[in-house]
């Protein structure tokens, strides 16, 4: 049954959304097919489009809820903003911490079935608690090398990192093996092509 809502639930959703919507303008490491640094809410929407396309091989999977991860994976990056991979030092248990308590104030305004379904999904894919889960551990991994390997990027962007990248997430399913050798035949493309003075 469709609850009532009233006035003051209202504006919790609306100020949650106000607040999410900063993930718009938290940038990214990958450049856009125009040259323009994405955002991480840009990362995001490819990543559930990536699950659409691939649903006919995604078989045992629940669609639903990939796509829910897909959407809410860095949410908590509203609050933190985004530190690219290559740029990460230290005890990566402190980031998530972070942007789950990051996660946990942007819901604060939601109904309490909301707010607990997004830190359930956000905590789900922290800890890579489902097949799900698993599953978009990788296909994030993917995606940021896709727009790595096909983005109008600076000649400074480090391809050679790409091949290293998320190798943990990528390297025991079959499919997720098939779409990495794709991504990574890409990315040796884009290696070819750099001037060799700017190879890291």
């Known amino acids: 049954m469709t609850q009532d809502l009233d006035n003051d639930t209202i504006a919790g959703i609306f100020e949650f959304l106000r607040r999410s919507g900063d993930l718009k303008d938290t940038l990214r490491s990958g450049f856009t097919n125009a040259g323009k640094q994405e955002s991480t809410a840009e990362h995001s929407w490819r990543l559930a489009l990536m699950v659409i396309a691939l649903e006919p091989y995604l078989e045992g999977y629940d669609i639903a809820t990939l796509l829910k991860l897909a959407i809410v994976h860095d949410l908590g990056e509203a609050v933190t903003g985004d530190v690219p991979a ?94 990495r050798a794709y991504v990574d035949s890409l990315t040796r493309g884009r290696m070819d092509d750099q001037p060799a003075d700017t190879l890291q």
């Open 86 to 179: 290559i740029h990460q030092s230290g005890d990566p248990g402190v980031r998530r911490t972070a942007e789950r308590e990051a996660v946990k104030s942007l819901v604060a305004t939601l109904p309490a079935q909301s707010s607990a379904a997004i830190q359930s999904l956000a905590a789900s894919y922290d800890g890579a608690e489902s097949r799900e889960a698993a599953l978009m551990k990788g296909l994030d991994k993917l995606e940021t090398m896709f727009q790595h390997a096909t983005g109008e990027n600076p000649d400074t962007i480090d391809y050679p990192f790409n091949l290293t990248y998320g190798t943990t997430w990528t390297r025991d399913d079959p499919l997720l093996v098939k779409l």
